[in-house]
Every structure is written in structure tokens, then in C-alpha cells.
């Protein structure tokens, strides 16, 4: 048991019973190590993520790293925006469901595991196929150090303003958001650095 996954469990106060159900049909696939990632338990297979416990207002899920990858035979699995590629979730808003699902919740595990093995892996978009919002496009062609800038941070911390800038409905609220950025860019950080 990991301690901080421990302290998780206990501490919970919104589907605490349903997280315990949820661990102890995880940890009963003994190749899974329970450790605790992002504030949450994550169940790791050789190091690497297959699945996390977690909760939400209205629902308690399991969230499968790579979940795109599983077959989802049942049409159980969430995408949780249209702007996650890998991670689905399976959703949970009571107790019965989370038992009367147990045997589809051990068998997508074992294939989420059966996929890490294979070494399989999500194709995922590229930085180019992100939307570039007009804005900052016009923020980019006025002002070469920006764009210098912008083009030497991660793939990740790219998308993750192309993404934040384009989420915004109103183009006034685009562009106060790249302005109120533009510093963190040249600075080399990230949205959330």
C-alpha cells in the first residue's frame, strides 16, 4: 500500500465507499503497484500509468492513461473534452453501478495492461494540428521575438496555450489573454510555470 494513497482513501469524504470498491477491484490484478500521481491513487503497471482512481462532483471514475487504446466494447468509456487524446474515463455516480460493472472494470484493466505490455501507444496530434487562434497569429507575424520565443517551449507548453487562447468564444478575451501572456512566453514558461 502506498501511504499517500492510504491517507487518499481515508481522508475522502465524497465517495469515500465507492473509492474503497473501486481500489479493491484494482489491486485484486496483483501486477498492478499502487502509487499516488497528480493527488490521486495511480495503479502503475512496470512504471508506467494504466489506471487512476478519482472524483468529481457528480461522478467518481477510473481514468485509463490510455484509454483510446482500449476496444470499449461495453461504450462505457468517456473522453473527457474533445481536447484529451489518451485518457478516457469510466464514470460512476453510485455504488450499484460500480458493482454491477465490476467484471467490464477487471476486464478493461487486464487489456489496458495487455497494451502496455504490447508497447502500444497513442498516435497523438501534433503541435501543428492544434487550431492557431487569428490573434495570436497576428501576435506571432508583429512581433518576430514572440514568435521565436513561442517556437522554442515544448511541444507540450505550446499546445497548452494554443489551447487556452483558442478556447476563448469572444476575440476580445482571446486577445487578453495572449497579452496577458506574452511575458511568461518570452520568459520561456509554460501556462501553468
Known amino acids: 500500500m502506498n501511504e499517500q494513497a492510504e491517507r487518499f482513501f481515508e481522508k ?11 481500489r479493491k477491484i ?24 494504466i489506471v487512476l482512481i478519482h472524483g468529481f462532483k457528480e461522478y467518481c471514475a477510473l481514468l485509463f492513461h490510455k484509454g483510446a487504446l482500449l476496444k470499449d466494447p461495453k461504450k462505457i468509456l468517456v473522453q473527457q473534452t474533445k481536447n484529451v487524446q489518451s485518457a478516457r474515463q469510466i464514470r460512476f455516480s453510485n455504488m450499484d453501478e460500480i458493482l454491477k460493472n465490476r467484471s467490464i472494470v477487471k476486464a478493461y484493466i487486464k487489456e489496458a495492461i495487455q497494451n502496455e505490455k504490447a508497447g502500444l501507444k497513442v498516435e497523438m496530434k501534433t503541435t501543428t494540428e492544434f487550431e ?16 521565436t520565443a513561442f517556437y522554442r ?27 496577458k501572456y506574452i511575458p511568461k512566453i518570452l520568459e520561456n514558461k509554460g501556462l501553468n510555470d
Request: aromatic share 12%; hydrophobic share 30%.
Open 12 to 22: 475522502a469524504k465524497q465517495w469515500k465507499e465507492e473509492f474503497h470498491v473501486l
Open 26 to 49: 484494482v489491486r485484486e490484478n496483483k501486477s498492478l503497484e499502487e502509487d499516488y500521481k497528480w493527488m490521486h491513487p495511480c495503479y502503475t503497471f512496470q512504471g508506467q500509468n
Open 132 to 147: 492557431m487562434p487569428q490573434e495570436f497569429q497576428s501576435a506571432l507575424t508583429e512581433m518576430p521575438d514572440l514568435k
Open 153 to 179: 517551449l515544448t511541444p507540450g507548453r505550446q499546445r497548452g496555450y494554443l489551447l487556452y487562447f483558442s478556447s476563448a468564444k469572444q476575440a476580445k478575451t482571446r486577445m487578453d489573454r495572449i497579452e
